[in-house]
């Protein structure tokens, strides 16, 4: 079965300084990753997904993350918070078989003036 | 529609009461899922639909809970006799499971509130 962990439940940076949200997958199967962020009150949406082409992925408002099948990891990273990037922050992984989306528990980030 | 779209955005109703929730989902997605968000919580999954399988219920945290899909599109999550546990927000979200790689979209979401 396919699962995410996102170390940290909450996160905070200061303003300016870099983002890193880390996210562990577990697939038997070649994965799919998404990173998807829920601003209060408001809906998920997605910022980026690795789909087995470059594992470098650049997503909107100047998110990355990088897929390291070494690592199993696919950590979000930005080199300048902004307050507007303060959310909660959501893993995901499908396989290219079941194609379920598995969501992880989520990190909430705190960008602090 | 353009998007998911669910229904009542915003429901009270009190304890012991049913409840159901709408999701009218993109057209031509094959895959629905139904989450739980609770205040403070990450989210929990119910249920997953995807085309004619059979669906994964494994999500469902009692028999208080369940989940139609007719036709292949439109779904319905039944709550019965709720409880207070039960507040939260629930989300919808659709893909083309089809297609790999395809994200999952989500609906706003349906506010719960058992008084």
């Known amino acids: 079965a396919q699962s995410v962990t996102q170390l940290g439940s909450h996160v905070s940076v200061s303003e300016g300084a870099l983002v890193l949200l880390r996210c562990n997958y577990s697939?038997?199967?070649?994965?799919?990753l998404f990173w998807y962020v829920q601003y209060p009150n408001q809906g998920l949406q997605l910022l980026l997904k690795?789909?087995?082409?470059?594992?470098l992925v650049k997503g909107i408002n100047g998110f990355e993350a990088e897929f390291k099948k070494s690592e199993t990891s696919f950590h979000l990273t930005k080199p300048s918070a902004h307050m507007s990037d303060a959310a909660e922050y959501f893993c995901?992984?499908?396989?290219?078989?079941?194609?379920?989306?598995?969501f992880g528990t989520g990190t909430k980030l705190q960008v602090i003036p | 529609g353009a998007g998911v779209s669910q229904s009542p955005s915003n429901k009270v109703t009190e304890k012991g009461k049913d409840v159901e929730l709408r999701c009218d989902p993109i057209?031509?997605?094959?895959?629905l899922y139904w989450y739980r968000q609770s205040l403070g919580q990450g989210l929990e999954f119910l249920i997953y639909?995807?085309?004619?399988?059979?669906?994964?219920k494994s999500g469902l945290p009692s028999d208080r809970f369940s989940a139609e899909r007719t036709g292949g599109s439109v779904s319905t999550l039944t709550i019965q006799r709720t409880q207070q546990e039960d507040s939260a927000v629930y989300l919808c979200?659709?893909?083309?499971?089809?297609?790999?790689?395809?994200?999952?979209?989500f609906g706003q979401g349906t506010r719960l509130t058992v008084v």
């Open positions: 690795y789909t087995s082409a470059a594992t």
């Open positions: 979200a659709s893909s083309l499971a089809q297609v790999g790689g395809t994200e999952a979209f």
């Open positions: 057209s031509g997605h094959t895959a």
């Open positions: 639909f995807q085309g004619n399988s059979a669906p994964d």
């Open positions: 995901a992984v499908s396989d290219t078989s079941y194609q379920k989306v598995t």
């Open positions: 697939s038997s199967v070649p994965p799919y």
